[in-house]
Each structure stands twice: as structure tokens, then as C-alpha cells.
């Protein structure tokens, strides 16, 4: 008898096991870039903390390289439809979801990465984050911002004025406003193509170039294929940790804040990493003998000239917002 019970109290405690075993939610999260990346280091880091502060409830997997969606849209979609939990994503294609984003990667808006993060970690780009989560159809949650420097344009062929930019064929992020400001340039916006296929694409002869941060156009490869970085540094474009409602909706009050608070603690340490990936960047890509080209006081003023039809065409809703964030930006 008393084995018996012995027994019957054995297999209740591997159920019991099992059961707590089984109740660990498991969560996965999109990224884009390879191991190493500043966002891909933060996102790590955000699994660790998450699965650290739950206790185990809740265990964040990391698809990094792209490997679970080679795009961003794609991953984007994915989070409205509950398929996937978290994507560390650019501002710029979440725009095609809620458009107020654009008004806080207008081109040429900061004077540099301090005035942009003094605007983020402020009031207007914690009303940005807010602004996510109440948009009633997006079904997203914004969660902290990663940073991602200046974006340049790098080409197969020597540029120093607007008018050099004449026909050239540019792979931008798939965002319309993106587009245009490639159009206002005299040259022709490819998008569909994921940060992943440039490379290839420019290699090949589709695009004649792209336009990224050092750290991308380092880490990509893309600086071996085209070998012209100009440094014209045309818009601030900060990355978004997006969360799934329909993914999330049963996770309790408690863990729901433990994840909030997760993501706003690694969004310190990816500037860090970021700080330090960009300066290492740009140190390879020079010593790779890549032309980097500076312009000329005019020819920036004349690309800057260029994109602002797009406050008008992109930013006319959110004005009083963006300048605001000039008005900021008189202290830096
Ligand atoms: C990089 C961002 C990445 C974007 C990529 C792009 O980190 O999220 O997907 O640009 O241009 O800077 O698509």
C-alpha cells in the first residue's frame, strides 16, 4: 500500500513538473542583423533580462540574420497577426502602419545623435511610442527605441553634387517618404529589397547603391561592392522594439511590466554598443580603401534644399510636433 502511494505520489510530482515545465510561455523575437550588432547584442540581452526577471516564465527566443523574416514589412506583419512577439525594427517601414512615425525621421531634423535622443527620451518621442501602441488598427506596441547614427548614401560611382546623383538607381527602406527623397534627388528609388539582399542586388547591377549607417554598410558587405560612401548624412532614422498585441494579450499585468521594463533598460546599453560599433566601422571600411567622400558646405545645403518638399508632402500633420524638435535643437 504504502508503495503504492509512493508510487501515485512520484508520477503526480512529474506531472506537476510537467505541467510548470510547459507553462513557460515562449515568445520570439525578429532581427534583421547578424550576431554582433549593436541591436542584435541588445536584443540578446533583452531575452536574458526577461526570462531573468519572470523567473522563467517566459523565455524569448532570437531569430537574428533575418532568418525568420527577411524583411521588415514581412516581420511587421507578423506582429499584427499574432505570429510573432517582438521585432527589433527601423522607424522607417513602421510608418507604413502609423505615418506620424515620419515626423521623427524628417531629413536633416537633428543637428546630431544628442539632440535626437534628448527629443526620444523625451516628452515627444515617448508620445511617438504611445502613439504606436493607441493606433487602433496597427495592433503594435512600441517599446523603446535602439539608435542607428546617420544614414549616407553609398554608391558604385564617385558623387560630390545633387546633380551627380542624376538616374542612379537607390535602394531605400520601404517607406514612401524614402522614396521621394530619392526622387527629389534626380535619382530612382528601388525598394522590396530587404538589408540582407543589397549586397547582391548592387554587385549585380539592380541598384547602383543604398543608403545606411556605417555599421550596416560595414556589416552588410556592402562597402565592397560599392565603394563610395558619401557622407551627406541625410536623415536620423532611430530602430523601434515593436511588440505583438494579439501575441501578448495573455500575458499578465505583472509580466507585461517586467517586459516594458526590459526594453527600456537594454535601449541604454544598444547606444553603448552602438557607440562603439560605429567608430569600429567606419575604421574598417576606411582602411578597406573605400572612397568616403565629404561634401562641400554647398553641396550639403543643396541635398538638404532638395529633400525639404518632404516636411510639406510627409510632415504637414505632425508640424507643431517637428518644430518642436528643431526648437530643441537649438541647444545642441
Ligand atoms: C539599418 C537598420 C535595419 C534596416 C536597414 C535597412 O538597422 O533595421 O532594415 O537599415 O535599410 O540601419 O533596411
Known amino acids: 500500500m504504502k508503495r503504492i502511494l509512493t508510487l501515485v505520489l512520484a508520477v503526480a510530482l512529474i506531472l506537476g513538473l510537467a ?38 516564465r517566459i523565455k ?18 507578423a506582429l499584427q497577426l499574432g505570429d510573432l512577439a517582438f521585432s527589433r525594427v527601423s522607424a522607417s ?27 526620444l527620451n523625451g516628452e515627444i518621442g515617448q508620445s511617438f511610442l504611445k502613439g504606436i501602441e493607441e493606433h487602433e488598427t496597427a495592433g503594435l506596441m512600441g517599446l523603446c527605441y535602439y539608435d542607428a547614427g546617420s544614414r549616407s548614401f553609398y554608391l558604385t560611382k564617385e558623387v560630390h553634387t545633387v546633380a551627380d546623383m542624376a538616374g542612379l538607381k537607390i535602394r531605400v527602406q520601404d517607406n514612401a517618404m524614402m522614396k521621394r527623397m530619392v526622387e527629389l534627388l534626380g535619382a530612382t528609388p528601388v525598394t522590396g529589397i530587404g538589408p540582407t539582399a543589397v549586397r547582391e542586388n548592387i554587385a549585380t547591377g539592380v541598384i547602383n547603391g543604398a543608403e545606411n549607417n556605417w555599421p550596416t554598410y560595414q556589416n552588410m558587405g556592402d562597402y565592397e561592392v560599392a565603394k563610395f560612401y558619401i557622407l551627406d548624412q541625410h536623415t536620423r532614422v532611430p530602430e523601434i522594439m515593436l511588440a505583438s ?17 526590459c526594453a527600456v533598460a537594454v535601449q541604454q546599453f544598444e547606444i553603448d554598443e552602438w557607440a562603439k560599433k560605429e567608430a569600429s566601422s567606419e575604421e574598417i571600411v576606411r582602411a578597406a580603401g573605400t572612397t568616403v567622400i565629404e561634401l562641400t558646405p554647398e553641396a550639403r545645403a543643396e541635398f ?22 528643431k526648437e530643441i535643437g537649438k541647444d545642441f
Open 60 to 77: 524569448v527566443e532570437v531569430y537574428l540574420g533575418g532568418t525568420l523574416y527577411e524583411t521588415e514589412p514581412a516581420s511587421i506583419e
Open 93 to 119: 517601414p513602421v510608418s507604413n502602419f502609423v505615418p506620424a512615425i515620419n515626423a521623427i525621421q524628417m531629413p536633416y531634423l537633428y543637428k546630431s545623435g544628442a539632440h535626437m535622443w534628448a527629443v
Open 245 to 261: 498585441k494579439a501575441a501578448l494579450k495573455d500575458l499578465s499585468p505583472e509580466d507585461m511590466a517586467i517586459i516594458r521594463e
Open 19 to 56: 505541467s510548470a515545465a510547459s507553462a513557460q510561455t515562449v515568445l520570439k523575437l525578429a532581427e534583421v542583423h547578424k550576431e554582433g550588432y549593436p541591436t542584435a547584442l541588445a536584443d540578446v540581452e533583452f531575452a536574458r533580462l526577461v526570462e531573468e526577471k519572470t523567473e522563467g
Open 304 to 325: 538638404e534644399e532638395r529633400m525639404l518638399p518632404l516636411y510639406q508632402e510627409f510632415g504637414a500633420q505632425w508640424m507643431d510636433l517637428i518644430n518642436q524638435i
